[in-house]
């Protein structure tokens, strides 16, 4: 059961270094509430995806903490680590890196399988995630005849048959078409979950996340509305993120809310 008392996530005073010494995160405060979609936005090699790697105790080390629903990340404790992953679900870039059953519904199967859920419970979580993404109809095909976008929805509903509180999406919109992606928003916004997406896709940042965080260095250097940090063209020079040509983020934020 989620504890609502608790922040879905709470990092601080995070820092990581990698073997070689390269500081990839030096002191990440970041609360997110139960709910909120919150876009992670940052430059190449600003330490997203290592930020991201620590939510489920695969990268580990560095001093801070790392709490889901107030459960800390420990990762020498092997019952926690196994309840945070249940807790956290990180939908990677590649699809293929999460797809490797003969079929759409065994590989959905494949996550809460492995938690011990069986029968019917089992059947109804497989159900519950494909409809969620659309899938239903997909679920006895062999997963890479799927297209790509086909592919990154059976990769979330991997996720969803988990039953996650955070979901977590790295570049969600990548390589998907206009009709893909307006799709896979509807879904994500459709989601009573907590969500944390990284992306370079700011348009899409501005539709599916009311708030967004910008990580530069290392460092969390901004945090608020998305609409402001986009229109704010300073801060958004100064860490390298650029707009799309001519997309004005208070004008596009403007007509989402009163579709004409
Ligand atoms: N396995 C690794 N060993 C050493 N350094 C690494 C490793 N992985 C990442 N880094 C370095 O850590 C820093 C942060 O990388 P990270 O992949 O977290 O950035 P990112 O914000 O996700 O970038 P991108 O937007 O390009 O995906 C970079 O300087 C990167 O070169």
């Not at 608790?6 to 139960?34: C, K, M, N, W």
């Not at 709910?35 to 997203?48: D, H, S, T």
């Not at 609409?227 to 934020?253: Q, T, W």
């Amino acid at each position: 059961m989620i504890n609502v008392t608790e922040p879905a996530l709470t990092i601080s005073g995070l820092h990581f270094a990698y073997p070689d010494g390269r500081e990839a995160l030096r002191g990440v405060d970041l609360t997110l509430a139960q709910g909120e979609r919150v876009a992670l936005l940052g430059p190449n090699g600003a330490g997203k995806t290592t930020l991201v790697l620590h939510l489920n105790g695969i990268l580990h080390g560095g001093p801070g903490r790392v709490e889901i629903s107030g459960l800390p990340v420990t990762p020498s404790d092997r019952a926690a680590i196994a309840e945070i992953r249940r807790r956290v679900g990180i939908v990677f870039q590649d699809p293929d890196d999460q797809l490797f059953m003969p079929t759409v519904a065994e590989d959905v199967a494949f996550g809460p399988a492995n938690l011990g859920v069986r029968g019917t419970e089992l059947d109804n979580r497989v159900d519950e995630a494909l409809s969620a993404v659309g899938m239903s109809a997909h679920r006895d095909q062999i997963p890479h005849h799927l297209s790509f976008g086909q592919r990154r929805r059976v990769a979330v509903a991997t996720v969803l048959a988990m039953r996650p509180e955070i979901l977590v999406l790295d570049e969600p919109s990548s390589n998907l078409d206009p009709a893909s992606r307006r799709e896979l928003a509807e879904i994500l916004e459709s989601l009573p979950v907590t969500v944390l997406m990284v992306t370079h896709d700011l348009p899409y940042a501005l539709e599916l996340c009311p708030r967004a965080v910008i990580l530069d260095e290392g460092r969390l250097v901004a945090d608020g509305p998305t609409v402001d940090l986009l229109a704010d063209r300073s801060l958004m020079s100064a860490h390298r993120l650029e707009l799309p040509f001519g997309f004005d983020p208070v004008a596009a934020l403007a007509s989402r809310r009163s579709p004409s």
